[in-house]
T-cell receptor, first 108, second 115 residues
Framework: AQRVTQPEKLLSVFKGAPVELKCNYS??????LFWYVQYSRQRLQLLLR??SRESIKGFTADLNKGETSFHLKKPFAQEEDSAMYYC??????????FGAGTRLFVKA | DAMVIQNPRYQVTQFGKPVTLSCSQT?????MYWYQQKSSQAPKLLFH???????NEADTPDNFQSRRPNTSFCFLDIRSPGLGDAAMYLC??????????????FGDGTRLSIL
C-alpha cells in the first residue's frame, strides 16, 4: 500500500540548531515528493518539491530511493520556521497522499 | 491575489441536516480537490475534478457528494452529516498537467461541527 510516514508528531529545537524532519514513503514506482508547510493561522502551502532540487527558506530535501526517504533539513533553524510540516507523495495520478505531519517548534 | 477561497470558515450543522461547503478559485486551475482532515491526522482526499470529470476515492462515503458547475466553483455536499463527519475540509487546486504532480494550492479550510 502507498503510505507516507512522518515518525515525529512534534520536534522541538533551539534557534540556530540543525533540524531534520523525517519522511519515509512506501511506493514501488517513481514517486513525486513534496513538502507542504502550514504556519500559524495560514493556509497549507507548498514548501518544496523534489524534482525542483532547490532550497527554499534554507530548507532542502533529498530523495533517497534506497531508503525510501525524503527528509527535510535546515542547517540553522529560525524561530519563524515554527510550523506544521507535511510530507506528501504523488504516484502519478491525481491522488496525493499526505503524512500526518510534524509540528516544528523552534525555541529562542 | 489569485487564490482559493473557502466559505464559510466555520460551519455548524445538526446531525442529519444537509450541509454544503463552497470553494472558489481565481487561479483558473483545471483540477479541484476536496480533502477531509481530522484532528492530528493527515488530509485525506475525498474526490477531485479534472475539468468536468469527477473522480471519487474508493473509500469516500456515499454521504459525500460534489458539484463543479464551472471552472471557478466547486461544492462539497454532505447529505446526512454524522458526528464522525466533524472535521476540517480543505479545498485545493492544481494547474494543467497530465498527472497530479503539480503543486496544490489550498484554501483556508472550513471547520465543520455537528451538533
Amino acid at each position: 500500500a502507498q503510505r507516507v510516514t512522518q515518525p515525529e508528531k512534534l520536534l522541538s529545537v533551539f534557534k540556530g540548531a540543525p533540524v531534520e524532519l523525517k519522511c519515509n514513503y512506501s511506493y514501488s514506482g517513481s514517486p513525486e515528493l513534496f513538502w507542504y508547510v502550514q504556519y500559524s493561522r495560514q493556509r497549507l502551502q507548498l514548501l518544496l518539491r523534489h524534482i525542483s532540487r532547490e532550497s527554499i527558506k534554507g530548507f532542502t530535501a533529498d530523495l533517497n530511493k534506497g531508503e525510501t526517504s525524503f527528509h527535510l533539513k535546515k542547517p540553522f533553524a529560525q524561530e519563524e520556521d515554527s510550523a506544521m510540516y507535511y510530507c506528501a507523495l504523488n504516484t502519478g495520478g491525481f491522488k496525493t497522499i499526505f503524512g500526518a505531519g510534524t509540528r516544528l517548534f523552534v525555541k529562542a | 491575489d489569485a487564490m482559493v477561497i473557502q466559505n464559510p470558515r466555520y460551519q455548524v450543522t445538526q446531525f442529519g441536516k444537509p450541509v454544503t461547503l463552497s470553494c472558489s478559485q481565481t487561479l483558473n486551475h483545471n483540477v479541484m480537490y476536496w480533502y477531509q482532515q481530522k484532528s492530528s491526522q493527515a488530509p485525506k482526499l475525498l474526490f477531485h475534478y479534472y475539468d468536468k470529470d469527477f473522480n471519487n476515492e474508493a473509500d469516500t462515503p456515499d454521504n459525500f457528494q460534489s458539484r463543479r458547475p464551472n471552472t471557478s466553483f466547486c461544492f462539497l455536499d454532505i447529505r446526512s452529516p454524522g458526528l464522525g463527519d466533524a472535521a476540517m475540509y480543505l479545498c485545493a487546486t492544481s494547474g494543467r498537467g497530465e498527472g497530479g504532480d503539480q503543486p496544490q494550492h489550498f484554501g483556508d479550510g472550513t471547520r465543520l461541527s455537528i451538533l
